[in-house]
Every structure is written in structure tokens, then in C-alpha cells.
């Protein structure tokens, strides 16, 4: 980008640039199977989120931005089109990046990690582009999602971009795309998290059934909003306390699974926490909507479809912003609605 560019060329690229702001924060964000519905995806007990990417303005960083190393820190900024992840010098006030085997520069429209006081950072070594359950997704880039990482170059440290898909990791140096199998990947935890998904493994003998009298989050008389996986994917799913089994939405039917067949997770609110349901419509959600489920890179909130005289009894399901709608298991099918409930807890 330049600044001798036309101001409606200019006004574009910044929209594409805040659009993809949108859909990258810690809310919204579209993690890899194993990273979703975990802590630093939950608002902390104040309502915080746990971190975020914040525009620099005049070059000034926030007080909280994260410093990877001793002179960098985690950054991203847009290069022919796409939001690319890379390591922002202060002194030079410049964002690198690497891209197509070599190290470029970004001098506009920069955001740079900002870690909330709440948050609890951890580097956790990786190799081969696996990354650790918690790994922060900082932008996806040709369907390919990558991870905020960093790694060592000629015995200094570098922030950069973790690719499963490439099973490596990516560092701007010395003029040169780095490529690293060893590395290691930003983890954020939640000390004081909202809420829970609370692991439940009939099979193991620490389970105890008194989870479900905790402060369970129910959507109906004797269902409980839970998740488990299928396909291998984690699912948002109903539990029915009368039939002991998980239903789950899925590709036009409802599928059924034992509550002592596979581990399952229950959402739990955190004393303290308000839990309400509020209504919405067309695949829409509010503010601190609960993220459940990543699947086939669409975003899926915990819903309800709330009683109607055509179906008298609340269930929870799964709402697809991109679908523009809501999915609920329930007689044996996955029904479809446009009008339900979106569950927010604060």
C-alpha cells in the first residue's frame, strides 16, 4: 500500500483491512480442530476479552501489546490483499513479514497483540506445524489457517506464522522467508473465565455425577447444552437427561449418541455469571453470543428454539451466522430455523 495512492483505492483496502479485523478477534475467530471453545475464547469474569488486535496510531504501541522477543512485537498488516503475520520493530516502526520466500515490509495499517491483564501467556514448544490445544489463530491466508508463533534465527528470536497445513513455521529474517520445523506457539489462558466446558467421561472413575448439578446451562427441562465430537470434529449437542444421550444436528439428521459411549464437554456458567437467552433472527447473534463450535471453517453459537405451537418444548442447537440460520436436533431430523434464542452469558 502506498500513500500515493488514490483516497477511494485507499478507503478500500482499509475497509477490507477492518472487515478482516471483524472476523479475526478473539470472538470470531476460526481456529483448527482442537483449539476451539477454549479459555482465551472466553470473556474473563469482568468482560473482558482476552486479547486483541489493535490498530497503531502515529506508531505508538499500547502498554499491553505483547512482546515476543527482547525487540519485537506480535504483529499483522495487509500485503497484496491478504492480512499477513510477522513481527512489528518499534525503533523502525515497520511490521515484517514473510511472504513468498522473502522478508517484506508493511508500513501502514498495522495492528499489533494486546494481552488483557487477565490473560496468562505461555510459549509452548511445537514442531512440524502441530500445534498445542489454546494455539491463537492470528489470520488465515489462502484457506490456510496460521497460528501466532515464533522461532529462533542466527540465535535470536522472532515472532512469525505457524501453518499446520505446510506442517512448519514461517519467520521474516535477514531478507529471507525462514522456514523452521522446531518452534514454539502462543498460548493465552484465562484465569478468570465466565464460563466453562467442563470435560465429562462416564468411563473414567474421577467422573462425578455431581457436574451436572453445578452451574450447569440448561435450555430446556432436563437438557443441558453440551458438545462432543463426531466425524472428529467437536459438535455443539443437546443432552437429555431422560434418554442419557447426546443429540447433534447434523447434515439434515439428528445423531445420537450414548452418554457412555465417547468423553462429551457440559457448559458450565461460573458463580457470578448471568446466563439469559435473547432473541434473534437470520443467522444473527449479539454480543457475547457463546462460541461453541468451529466446522467446516463456519462459526457455530449455542441457540435454543424457544416454545411455539408448533413445537412445545425448548432445545438447544447450533447457530451458523454464514447460513443465516439456526440448526436444532430433534425427531430424528436437523430442523432448520430463522427465528430462535442466542445464548449469552456476562
Known amino acids: 500500500m502506498s500513500s500515493l495512492m488514490p483516497s477511494e483505492d485507499a478507503a478500500a483496502i482499509k475497509s477490507s483491512f477492518d472487515e478482516l479485523s471483524k472476523v479475526l478477534n478473539p470472538s470470531a475467530e476460526v481456529a483448527a480442530t482442537g483449539a476451539v471453545g477454549n479459555s482465551h475464547e472466553i470473556p474473563t469474569a469482568f468482560g473482558n476479552s482476552l486479547y486483541e488486535w489493535v490498530t497503531l496510531e502515529d506508531f505508538k504501541l499500547p502498554e499491553n501489546a ?27 516502526q515497520k511490521l515484517f513479514v514473510s511472504h513468498l520466500g522473502e522478508e517484506k515490509e508493511i508500513l501502514e495499517n498495522i495492528e499489533v497483540l494486546c494481552v488483557d491483564k487477565d490473560a496468562k501467556v505461555k510459549w509452548v514448544d511445537c514442531e512440524d506445524g502441530k500445534v498445542p490445544t489454546g494455539a491463537i489463530v492470528g489470520t488465515i491466508v489462502d484457506g490456510k489457517t496460521e497460528f501466532v508463533g515464533r522461532g529462533e534465527a542466527s540465535d ?10 505446510d506442517n512448519c513455521m514461517y519467520i521474516p529474517y535477514g531478507g529471507r522467508d525462514e522456514v523452521l520445523s522446531k ?7 484465562n484465569e478468570k473465565p465466565l464460563y466453562e466446558w467442563v470435560p465429562v467421561d462416564y468411563r473414567k472413575e474421577q467422573w462425578t455425577p455431581d457436574l451436572l448439578e453445578r452451574n450447569r446451562v440448561r435450555s430446556g427441562q432436563n437438557i443441558y447444552v453440551t458438545r462432543t465430537e463426531l466425524h472428529g470434529i467437536k459438535r455443539l449437542a443437546k443432552y437429555d437427561i431422560m434418554w442419557n444421550h447426546l443429540f447433534i444436528a447434523h447434515c439434515g439428521k439428528e445423531e445420537e449418541i450414548g452418554h457412555k459411549m465417547q468423553p462429551w464437554d457440559v457448559l458450565i456458567a461460573n458463580p457470578g455469571a448471568i446466563v439469559e437467552w435473547h432473541n434473534c433472527e437470520n443467522g444473527k447473534v449479539p454480543k457475547r453470543a457463546v462460541l461453541g463450535s468451529i466446522v467446516d471453517g463456519k462459526m457455530e453459537f449455542v441457540g435454543r428454539v424457544y416454545g411455539t405451537p408448533e413445537h412445545t418444548e425448548d432445545r438447544p442447537g447450533q447457530i451458523v451466522p454464514s447460513d443465516g440460520c439456526m440448526y436444532a436436533p430433534f425427531a430424528g431430523k436437523s430442523q432448520k430455523f430463522t427465528e430462535y434464542q442466542a445464548l449469552v452469558i456476562r
Do not use: N, T, W
Open 183 to 189: 518452534c514454539q506457539a502462543l498460548v493465552i489462558e
Open 66 to 92: 505483547l512482546m515476543a522477543s527482547k525487540d519485537a512485537y506480535v504483529g499483522r498488516g495487509l500485503l497484496d490483499g491478504s492480512l499477513k503475520l510477522g513481527k512489528f520493530h518499534a525503533k523502525d
Open 156 to 165: 535470536e528470536i522472532s515472532p512469525g506464522r505457524i501453518v499446520p497445513d
